[in-house]
């Protein structure tokens, strides 16, 4: 059966067709004969000129429109509508992650100011959205969407966070080359334990021990990655469990904490409570590596059509909204951007689902395609264009003595 595309869930964007990477998909529905509002399409054009992109042009990142309802909707709906439109298939760009890396270092898309986007600025300032009666949410919505998918997106490991293609030349040596990165940067040693808050399939886990003779617990909200890192994770000294960060408990402090893309689903009402938890899991001479994706801003939203479709009750952190969590807690040790190498990892990702959609397109339909492509290229173009950055912080809690070395 397929995914329905009737639920926000299961509502992605559309891959280039597999086999060629920057060919044009096709619209998920046909064009539309209704004309467009001529002073809608006049506003569109402009603020798309202002970014460097033409509607109708020739080049690849230029935007196709196949219904002239597309103008409107754009205006009075800003990012929201845009991303809806596309899995309507109102538009099209055969290099949708180039429209995104100039739409993003423009001033076009701050230019459009919906009531949805300050409705939602608005709602992120009264709702904590990372209480705990939304902890699952995006589990559920996102995580659980299904294993067959991530198996094909991801490399081998499945790690669901940004690689490091310091010397790498595939997805798989970068994923790799980003846990080791974390080893060597907490100094792991054979027997300690490791608490994983957020561990995914449990991939860090399972190398920890694999490469480095360490034990560990990690806990996810997702039922369907503990299902899979159960099984990927037998034999191994590593346990996953289904729970909230702030539910988690065991009584023997670890010998270092790690949290690889959990942060930006905790909320920045939650930063200090999430500090204070995992400082009270960790031993006192131990080490907390955050790897998370940051904002350059202090902002408590993201992008509308990624929280409605993507990631619900998230929310990137800045360096001072963390520097705020952390003071009086835990002494900053190290602070590494490599925002840059996300780029590479989404456009692999891409590859990847695309030429996987052959054997996909049974269980998740054309709307789904086309969302999830979106969802990837958008941010691909995010990254490209340095508004976002991912940012490994080691924390310890007083300091460790004698100083810190950083690895790179």
């Known amino acids: 059966m397929q995914r329905s595309s009737s639920n926000p869930r299961y509502n992605r964007s559309s891959p280039a067709p597999a086999g060629d990477e920057h060919a044009r998909p096709e619209p998920a529905h046909p064009a539309s004969s209704r004309p467009a509002a001529p002073w809608a399409e006049r506003v569109v054009r402009r603020l798309a000129a202002s970014a460097g992109l033409e509607i109708g042009g020739p080049e690849p990142w230029d935007l196709q429109v196949h219904d002239g309802r597309f103008f409107g909707r754009v205006l009075r709906d800003g990012s929201l509508g845009l991303g809806e439109s596309y899995m309507d298939g109102w538009w099209d760009a055969e290099r949708l992650d180039e429209t995104f890396y100039r739409l993003v270092g423009s001033d076009a898309r701050r230019a459009v100011r919906t009531p949805t986007v300050l409705f939602s600025s608005l709602a992120a300032a009264l709702v904590n959205k990372g209480r705990p009666s939304r902890a699952y949410d995006v589990g559920h919505r996102h995580y659980d969407l299904g294993n067959d998918l991530f198996e094909a997106m991801l490399d081998r490991r499945m790690v669901y966070t940004c690689g490091y293609w310091h010397e790498a030349a595939t997805l798989d040596a970068a994923q790799e080359a980003k846990l080791d990165l974390v080893c060597r940067k907490l100094g792991l040693r054979e027997g300690d334990r490791v608490l994983d808050v957020g561990c995914g399939w449990g991939s860090f886990l399972a190398f920890a021990s694999e490469r480095y003779g360490a034990h560990g617990v990690g806990v996810t909200v997702s039922e369907e990655q503990v299902a899979l890192a159960r099984e990927r994770l037998q034999g191994l000294h590593v346990e996953v469990r289904l729970a909230d960060y702030r539910a988690f408990e065991d009584p023997v402090p670890f010998d270092h904490v790690v949290s690889l893309g959990m942060f930006e ?49 998230s929310m990137l952190p800045s360096n001072r909204q963390i520097g705020r969590a952390i003071e009086g807690l835990f002494v900053m040790e190290d602070w590494h951007n490599f925002g840059a190498h996300y780029d590479r990892t989404l456009m692999a990702w891409y590859e990847r689902f695309t030429r996987a959609w052959p054997d996909l397109r049974a269980r998740y339909d054309e709307r789904f395609r086309r969302m999830w492509t979106y969802y990837l290229l958008q941010c691909a173009g995010l990254f490209r264009a340095r508004d976002a950055q991912l940012w490994q912080i080691v924390l310890s809690k007083d300091g460790v003595a004698g100083g810190y070395t950083s690895t790179r």
């Open 265 to 313: 689903h905790v909320d920045v009402k939650n930063y200090r409570m999430f500090m204070r938890v995992v400082r009270q899991h960790l031993r006192d001479d131990g080490l907390f590596l955050l790897h998370t994706i940051g904002s350059n801003r202090s902002v408590r939203t993201i992008d509308p059509w990624l929280e409605r479709y993507i990631f619900p009750n």
